[in-house]
């Protein structure tokens, strides 16, 4: 203190009645922080100097360190000018503010100086300078403090200038540091070095157009995409590139290393995953968010200064000074503010990109076992609702500290201008505080609940478009829409409890600037205050800046809810272990133990030794592999047998690694190619479901596809090898789908091929060709190959036959073996016999060939590309229709209700502003006490008036959202419901998911999600086929190239939101300034009208400085309105979607059809108008209570029979007659309800095997198992827990066979007249395939079977077979006296089946 007395000896004081004293201020706040600096970056420029410049900038990033200290120097020399003209004028100037000024002026020269510097930015981006900006920046508080309680207009804007360019050249080391580590960290030194520009030189390296400082911040890269947008619509083309480091794959590595580095600290969290990748940036925006904040009260201070000096009437140049800087800083806040808008998008978008990209990974990395915890439903919704939620953290995190700055500034200069009568606001304020506690705690759990109901309902939609053909078939889609509407009215419940709180939160925070006016107005003027036109209108724009913290914090609390549930459940997911890589030899030698004797790889291909494998991880008990060993030479083909439900399919994934392995070990040596039981198909052409990312070797792809009998059915699709496939092949049949999949696999030519019953699906012909050219061909031959099957050329060629029952090992050995042939079923002994036989006969392959050929003859109709439509967007506005809709969804009432509600909430704010200025005008005239009991009434009224208006306005548009939603979700179930199967066929079920979320940028967005959901569809079906081929790499870059579009069209509707933003801010900036000016000039009487009272010219100030942010959340409001009816417009486009016929005039009897007599009269069906004919012509009779087979070649139109009878595809021409009645003029779910049927691909839902079998519930137990019994799987579902135990999504506790023979229970169950059966024992062994052919012959007697077959001893017992060949009748009969006749079709097959 004795020192401070020497040094300032007329400032006794530290602290003065306005803040810190002058001498102090100048001496320690600003020479000693000064001195400081210039000691910290002398000191890093010398210890730095000889440090390598590695670090490139481009010329926009240079700018700032080239300008602002100029421009810091001039404005030095300039207080310098100015003192030593006081002192020459014979004023005295104290020492200390000559001090000063040269402190800046030494500050400014220094850095300039430094800035020429090679080294330069390694000085200043140094970590002690970064923390230094921060702390010089806050020494400014208590400085600026003092100045702004001074009028001085000139002083105070003089300060402002100099904070502005500190804070200006802090920031921009802090963000280009961040900018220069987050490249560093996700790219590397030579991605810098290719994309960035030299810092020595300031050569360009990378081919982007470098942008000016007014470019950058008045966001002109958008002009280009705004010009072309006037002239057309916009397309992808048009949209802005990616800055480099907004490239989703850098930012993608970046957050999975972090998050890697979590997971090792063994309590991992997301959320500081985010904060290590992106936590630098965010803080950095922080700074800048301070900055734009606290400029936002510059309006109100000035505002207070400028009413002041009109009341005052004072005639120097002040007025003026306070009007321009009133609309300079509006201007400045509008620059401020879209650009933290900006960079926080920018990084809202790296990290969501960042979400998806892992999301994605994970997916491609765990084992079917880990993911199983998982239902599908649920790990889309990570994908589609869990990513943009966390991504809000965003905004939520600087909210949360923000609002709170915000309100509390706000509320100390209300204490400044209206003292202790602020504190009945206060009392208002805390008294919400509890309030909104439980509202927040409410609205978390009833979150929680919710989003476990909306994955519920997505896993049901899903399941529901997926197996939408067979639900028609069976007649179940409004029992399964019900199931849905159930699940939704759950989850809308507690979607009603979180809007309805969310309507108490607004109500609360909205009428509190309402009643925190009338409260502090009150109070001040029963205190015995004056109100006057300064003190009113400057808390009233106090009031405002308080109205947008106040309305957001319920959002940002609930985003903070939203953000942490959708982190933790991303988190729990990340968590999950990830599928074990190929273990190397070195690896396996240390895992050999006395136990676990190691083997060598030089003659084995697979090792397995006494493993034990789960399928779900957290089930201990039901082992799929028991104790298993196995090794497996190479080069040999090793046939794994075994009844339905033995294990085979789970051998093969426990080999992938697929299953959870709990004791043992499984080993490999070399590349693997799977395929699967139930073929995995993608989107796309032939060629790319073959090459799956590997090379194009069009020589290789014709042998292959040659070997695997697909040449013909290629050769005869328009397009060839680039004919488009539809989601999941549904244009192909089952064989074309089994034999695309293998020949994926012999196209990759792996070391060893996993084989699950490839040969199912295809007739015996096909088969023979297969075993012949493929699995025993050139292709393959010298490959290990394991093949599950029960094909008995197959079993008879193998090396080795394994065979599995009840998950364990039985036997081991030859086929023609005496002890492996005493465990092989009888009718499948008597196959291998015939086979061994004609396997000794040297058969002529040509001839082979041209059996083949002849009999390939298949419509091409069915197998023709039936493209997936090109998905639509709208052009222009949004018209109003969908406004019109929109309100019909709310209901016209709600509507009305919601707006008027609006407005007059609106009116009754404004009648409280305009009370206070005419109550502030009358002040001076009236002095009468009661008259201020008189304008409180008043002001109550309107308190009272908003207060209702707001709950009003709350409630009803919770309520109104809420019905909107229900009604579309509904509506929209409805019509894709009872849309018609090809409409399903073109569309793709990512496609539909997305449907349930600028017009132009947005539609675009809409459009480009799509297929990042389609594609995130596509490999939840075939992970465990892209591991096994090890093309993780290949479908990332593709998932990549979807995000990266869809980055540029969000990256380019935010730039154009911003550049229009900007612009409507600045004009209503001058808007503002020009009031203001005009305020000042009419108070000096140099204008014709005058401007009237203090009051109104306060009033008018007060609403005109709003108009700033006012303007420009209109437009974000307008903009955002349109946007989100984009949403509206793209599902009424599917509400629009033609429905099939459903009812028809003719009415059906209870017992129809009584007899299930079928006649076909000249059926003619195409796919599509432009297409051959599937069916040609077709006249033939199913007899009533006969039972027929359906025999021909893959694609030969037997499925197409079953698609017209159940009128899945309206007929070109003729008509069905079904006990004579046309069936054409039936209902159509009436007609489907009346026959049974199993599907070619067999179909389980998630829920308890009673449901899957009876879900209507009329049937009882006893009838129930009987259907089991019957169907040979009785006892498999009494070990698995009964007709109660929960079968998991997609019938995942059951293998393929399994599954349909729970089918066919399934249609015994169903008393009808007609059973049709497509393939339904294609995935069953022999032994249980004629056990269940002797179970339809005997049970089905009087009822109308139809029954597709490749396997022709199921067919060998039937009444009538028929023979179809392009789609037309080529033969029929009695399969026993076609036999006879060894010229017919019907020998050929039967031939070609007992060699096979």
């Known amino acids: 203190m004795a020192l401070f007395n020497v040094l300032c000896p007329h400032s006794p004081n530290v602290w003065s009645a306005t803040g810190v004293s002058k001498c102090f201020d100048d001496l320690f706040l600003g020479l000693g922080v000064n001195l400081i600096s210039v000691i910290l970056v002398a000191a890093l420029a010398i210890t730095k ?31 310098i000018g100015f003192l030593l003209r006081t002192t020459l004028n014979g004023y005295p100037v104290m020492y200390h503010k000559w001090l000063l000024r040269l ?42 403090q003092a100045i702004f309680y001074s009028l001085e207009a000139v002083t105070c804007l003089k300060e402002s200038l100099r904070l502005l360019l500190e804070v200006m050249f802090g920031i921009s080391i802090i963000l280009i540091k961040m900018k220069r580590a987050s490249l560093k960290s996700s790219l590397g030194e030579d991605l810098l070095l290719s994309h960035e520009l030299d810092i020595e030189n300031g050569q360009q390296l990378d081919h982007e157009k470098a942008q000016n400082i007014w470019q950058l911040m008045s966001f002109e890269i958008i002009s280009s995409v705004l010009q072309r947008g006037a002239g057309k619509q916009l397309d992808f083309e048009d949209l802005l590139e990616l800055p480099a480091d907004m490239d989703p794959l850098s930012c993608h590595l970046m957050l999975l290393s972090c998050w890697e580095r979590q997971r090792k600290t063994g309590h991992p969290s997301l959320f500081r995953a985010f904060c290590s990748a992106y936590g630098w940036s965010y803080i950095s925006l922080g700074l800048l968010k301070i900055l734009n904040d606290c400029l936002g009260f510059g309006g109100p201070l000035l505002l207070n200064k400028l009413i002041r000096f009109l009341q005052e009437g004072g005639e120097n140049f002040d007025g003026y000074i306070f009007a321009i800087s009133l609309g300079l800083t509006s201007i400045l806040k509008s620059f401020l503010d879209t650009q933290y ?66 309100i509390g500034v706000a509320l100390y200069l209300l204490y400044t201008q209206v003292k202790f009568a602020f504190v009945s606001g206060i009392a208002i304020t805390i008294l919400l505080i509890p309030v909104n506690k439980w509202i927040a705690e409410a609205i978390a759990d009833a979150t929680r609940s919710m989003m476990k109901q909306k994955d519920e309902r997505i896993r049901r939609t899903g399941e529901l478009l997926t197996y939408i053909r067979t639900l028609k078939m069976y007649g179940w889609e409004l029992l399964f829409s019900s199931w849905l509407i159930k699940t939704r009215s759950s989850e809308v419940s507690y979607l009603s409890t979180r809007k309805y709180l969310d309507a108490w939160c607004v109500f609360f925070w909205a009428t509190t600037p309402t009643l925190f006016s009338f409260c502090t107005f009150g109070l001040y003027a029963l205190m015995g205050n004056q109100l006057d036109a300064a003190t009113v209108f400057t808390c009233l724009a106090l009031f405002n800046n308080l109205i947008s913290p106040l309305n957001s914090f319920p959002w940002v609390i609930n985003g903070l809810i939203d953000a942490t549930i959708s982190t933790g459940r991303l988190s729990r997911f990340l968590c999950c272990p990830e599928i074990e890589t190929a273990t190397s030899s070195d690896n396996y030698a240390s895992s050999c133990t006395d136990e676990y004797p190691c083997v060598s790889f030089e003659d084995v291909a697979v090792v397995i030794n006494e493993a034990c494998c789960l ?56 590349s693997i190619a799977y395929v699967p039981q139930v073929p995995w198909i993608l989107s796309g052409s032939i060629r790319d479901n073959v090459i799956l990312g590997d090379e194009y070797d069009p020589r290789r792809l014709s042998d292959v596809l040659e070997a695997c009998a697909l040449d013909i059915d290629v050769f005869r699709m328009t397009g060839g090898d680039l004919a488009f496939i539809g989601e999941k092949g549904l244009n192909l049949s089952g064989g074309q789908r089994a034999r695309l999949a293998l020949a994926r696999a012999v196209y990759h030519d792996p070391d060893i091929y996993l084989l699950d019953d490839v040969l199912s699906a295809v007739d015996a012909e096909v088969a023979q060709w297969i075993i012949s050219n493929a699995i025993l061909g050139p292709l393959m031959s010298q490959k290990t190959r394991i093949l599950c099957t029960h094909n008995a050329q197959a079993i008879s060629s193998a090396d080795t036959v394994v065979l599995i029952d009840k998950g364990r090992v039985r036997l081991v050995g030859s086929p023609s073996q005496s002890s492996v042939s005493s465990y092989i079923p009888p009718s499948l002994r008597e196959d291998l016999s015939i086979s061994s036989e004609v396997q000794s006969e040297d058969n002529d392959v040509d001839a082979q060939k041209k059996v083949l050929l002849e009999s390939d003859d298949i419509c091409v109709s069915e197998e023709a590309p039936c493209a997936i439509e090109v998905e639509q967007r709208k052009e222009g506005r949004v018209e109003v229709v969908t406004y019109k809709n929109y309100a019909v969804f709310c209901g016209w009432s709600v509507t009305i209700l919601t707006c008027l509600s609006a407005i007059f909430m609106q009116a009754s704010r404004n009648g409280n502003d305009l009370w206070l200025s005419y109550w502030v005008d009358t002040t001076g005239v009236d002095k009468q006490k009661d008259r201020t009991s008189f304008y409180l009434v008043v002001l109550c009224i309107f308190c009272v008036m908003n207060s209702s208006f707001t709950l009003v306005r709350a409630f009803s548009f919770a309520f109104g959202g809420l019905r909107a939603a229900v009604q579309v979700h509904d509506r929209l179930l409805k019509n894709l419901v009872d849309a018609p199967v090809h409409f399903f066929d073109q569309t793709p079920t990512g496609r539909i998911l997305n449907r349930s979320t600028s017009r132009e940028l947005r539609r675009l967005d809409s459009v480009a999600r799509s297929p990042i959901y389609a594609s995130f569809t596509e490999i939840l079906n075939g992970s465990s086929t892209i591991r096994a081929f090890k093309t993780e790499d290949f479908f990332f870059a593709r998932f990549t190239e979807n995000v990266i579009l869809y980055q540029r069209t969000s990256y380019s509707e935010i730039i154009a939101n911003l550049w229009l933003s900007l612009r409507l801010q600045i004009l209503a900036a001058v808007i503002v300034c020009f009031v203001a000016v005009m305020a000042v000039v009419g108070s000096r009487g140099h204008l014709l009208i005058s401007f009237g009272s203090p009051g109104k010219v306060g009033l008018a100030l007060s609403y005109a400085a709003p108009a700033v942010s006012l303007l420009g959340n209109f437009l974000t409001s307008f903009t955002e309105t349109e946007k989100e009816l984009v949403s509206v417009e793209r599902v009424l486009q599917y509400m629009d979607v033609a429905t099939e016929e459903l009812h028809e005039c003719q009415l ?7 007899h299930g007599n079928i006649e076909f009269q000249n059926v003619t069906l195409k796919y599509r108008p432009s297409l051959p004919a599937a069916l040609c012509d077709l006249t033939c009779t199913f007899a009533g209570g006969t039972q027929t087979g359906i025999v021909g070649r893959t694609g030969a139109g037997k499925s197409s029979i079953l698609n017209v009878l159940f009128r899945l595809n309206p007929l070109s021409g003729g008509c069905i007659l079904v006990d004579g009645i046309n069936i054409a003029k039936t209902s159509l779910r009436d007609l489907r309800t009346r026959f049974s049927v199993v599907p070619q691909t067999p179909f389980l839902f998630e829920g308890s095997l009673r449901d899957n079998l009876d879900p209507f519930r009329v049937n009882d137990d006893l009838k129930i198992w009987d259907a089991l019994a019957k169907c040979q799987i009785e006892d ?99 399969p026993h006296v076609l036999l006879q006749d060894k010229m017919s079709r019907f020998s050929s097959f039967v031939e070609a089946s007992t060699s096979n």
């Not at 960079?343 to 990209?357: E, F, G, P, Q, T």
């Not at 957290?618 to 592999?625: A, F, K, P, T, Y």
């Not at 497996?632 to 959870?660: D, F, Q, W, Y």
Request: hydrophobic share 45%; charged share 20%.
């Open 49 to 79: 100097r000889n440090a390598r410049a590695n670090i490139r900038i481009n010329p926009a990033e240079r700018i700032p360190f080239q300008v602002l200290p100029v421009i810091g120097a001039l404005v030095a020399c300039i207080d």
């Open 615 to 670: 399928w779900c991880s957290n089930d201990q008990e039901q082992l799929v592999m028991d104790h298993v060993t196995l090794s497996v030479p190479k080069g040999h083909l090793i046939a794994v047998v075994g009844e339905v439900g033995s294990g085979k399919s789970s051998l093969l994934n426990s080999i992938l690694r697929e299953t959870k392995i709990i004791n043992g070990f499984v080993h490999t040596s070399g």
């Open 1276 to 1374: 498999e579902v009494r070990a698995m827990g009964g007709l109660d135990m929960h079968v998991k999504e997609s019938g995942a506790s059951f293998s393929v066979g399994q599954r349909q023979l729970l089918c066919l229970a399934r249609a015994f169950l169903k008393s009808s007249k007609v059973l049709c059966l497509d393939e339904c024992t294609a995935n069953v062994d022999t032994s249980t395939a004629l056990k269940l052919q002797n179970a339809i012959t005997s049970k089905c007697r009087g009822i109308t079977v139809i029954t597709i077959a490749h396997r022709i001893s199921t067919v060998l017992n039937m009444d009538t077979i028929f023979i179809l060949d392009q789609g037309s009748l080529v033969e029929q009969g009695n």
């Open 103 to 144: 402190s800046q002026l030494l500050f400014w020269v220094t850095i300039l100086l430094v800035s020429k510097c090679k080294f330069w930015f390694i000085v200043f981006s140094d970590w002690l300078m970064c923390i230094w900006w921060i702390v010089k920046a806050c020494c400014w508080v208590p400085h600026l």
């Open 341 to 406: 808008t900006f960079h926080l998008s920018k990084l809202k978008l790296k990290l969501r990109s960042s979400i998806m990209a892992t999301i994605f990974r994970k997916c491609l990395c765990v084992s079917l076992a880990e993911r199983s915890k998982f239902s599908e439903g649920e790990i889309q919704t990570y994908m589609s609702v869990d990513a943009d939620r966390s991504v809000n953290l965003c905004n939520s995190l600087h909210d949360m500290w923000s609002l709170p700055l915000q």
């Open 1148 to 1154: 059906l009897d209870t017992e129809w059809p009584l």
